[in-house]
T-cell receptor, first 113, second 116 residues
Framework: GDSVTQMEGPVTLSEEAFLTINCTYT??????LFWYVQYPGEGLQLLLK?????DKGSNKGFEATYRKETTSFHLEKGSVQVSDSAVYFC????????????FGKGTRLHILP | DARVTQTPRHKVTEMGQEVTMRCQPI?????VFWYRQTMMQGLELLAY????????DSGMPKDRFSAEMPDATLATLKIQPSEPRDSAVYFC??????????????FGPGTRLTVT
């Protein structure tokens, strides 16, 4: 079945460092890809998405490019802030099959001032 | 700013008691999902509805959990009887299927359940 694999955390970086969180997926169809973020004590929020190959999703300085050839959707940010500390979930939706969104296990990010 | 609301936000109960969690999806959304989040298991899909009809509840322990949508503005998740292993944060999410390429879920703030 469809699945998402993302790098295990926690990831600890200093403020203004470059961030990459790796994500790869397995899907039988042509999925849409997402990154969700969960701040402490809150529900998940959509951070960005991409619906077709080579699309780049971006929001709040974060970017991810849909790479069909490598089945990847890595999350990047050029300069992280303390406020970016959260758990990040990579996810996919194979809308042609059903309405479910398949989530990865999440990567906890700590940013040190 | 439309949001998914969940009540209660926190619930502490004793083993064996019934627990009911409520969710109000975003008005106009046609899919509703219940998830459970724990440190050990991460985020697990328990059940979901489309147009109020249950489509998949394979993630739920059937003997004690039940999920319903009495109307389009309310989804409920019940646990009876509750057990300590049910302690978790329960999230409701709703979504609107506009097209195969335009679909995402909006999460509520969660209900933190503690069963002692």
């Amino acid at each position: 079945g469809d699945s998402v694999t993302q790098m295990e955390g926690p990831v600890t970086l200093s403020e203004e460092a470059f961030l990459t969180i790796n994500c790869t997926y397995t899907a039988t169809g042509y999925p849409s890809l997402f990154w969700y973020v969960q701040y402490p004590g809150e529900g998940l929020q959509l951070l960005l998405k991409a619906t077709k190959a080579d699309d780049k999703g971006s929001n709040k300085g974060f970017e991810a490019t849909y790479r069909k050839e490598t089945t990847s959707f890595h999350l990047e940010k050029g300069s992280v802030q303390v406020s970016d500390s959260a758990v990040y979930f990579c996810a996919l939706s194979d809308r042609g099959r059903d309405d479910k969104i398949i989530f990865g296990k999440g990567t906890r990010l700590h940013i040190l001032p | 700013d439309a949001r998914v609301t969940q009540t209660p936000r926190h619930k502490v109960t004793e083993m064996g008691q019934e627990v009911t969690m409520r969710c109000q999806p975003i008005l106009g959304h046609n899919t509703v999902f219940w998830y459970r989040q724990t440190m050990m298991q991460g985020l697990e899909l328990l059940a979901y509805f489309r147009n109020r009809a249950p489509l998949d509840d394979s993630g739920m322990p059937k003997d004690r959990f039940s999920a319903e949508m009495p109307d389009a503005t309310l989804a409920t998740l019940k646990i009876q009887p509750s057990e300590p292993r049910d302690s978790a944060v329960y999230f409701c999410a709703s979504g609107l299927v506009r097209s195969p390429l335009s679909y995402e879920q909006y999460f509520g703030p969660g209900t933190r359940l503690t069963v002692t």
